[in-house]
């Protein structure tokens, strides 16, 4: 279920600030934990290392995913293969 349109695009609060601090420091790349964060066009061209439960993965946000959240872009999921038997 969509977000109302009268609320607006959901971004923590947390990670508004790091990008209002960022830009006087020209640092291009830090943690976050809010995969449920809104992309909003503000962020292009920043890189997000997003924590996946156990580690980060990098991001680089780009014009195309601005609407979407954080989370689509990383898998939280670990590709499953089969061992191979030892001769």
Same mark, same amino acid.
């Given at each position: 279920?969509? @977000?109302?349109?009268?609320?607006?695009?959901?971004?923590?609060?947390? &990670? &508004?600030?790091? %990008?209002?601090?960022?830009?006087?420091?020209?640092?291009?790349?830090? !943690?976050?934990?809010? @995969?449920?964060?809104?992309?909003?066009?503000?962020?292009?061209? +920043?890189?997000?290392?997003?924590?996946?439960?156990? +580690?980060?993965?990098? %991001?680089?946000?780009?014009?195309?995913?601005?609407?979407?959240?954080?989370?689509?872009?990383?898998?939280?999921? !670990?590709?499953?293969?089969?061992?191979?038997? !030892?001769?």
């Amino acid at each position: 279920m969509s @977000r109302t349109k009268w609320k607006g695009p959901y971004v923590q609060m947390d &990670l &508004l600030k790091q %990008i209002s601090t960022i830009k006087h420091y020209k640092k291009k790349e830090f !943690k976050i934990f809010c @995969r449920n964060s809104t992309i909003i066009p503000q962020f292009i061209g +920043l890189t997000f290392s997003i924590h996946t439960g156990k +580690l980060f993965t990098k %991001i680089e946000v780009v014009e195309s995913m601005v609407g979407h959240k954080f989370g689509e872009f990383c898998s939280t999921r !670990k590709k499953f293969s089969y061992k191979k038997k !030892k001769n």
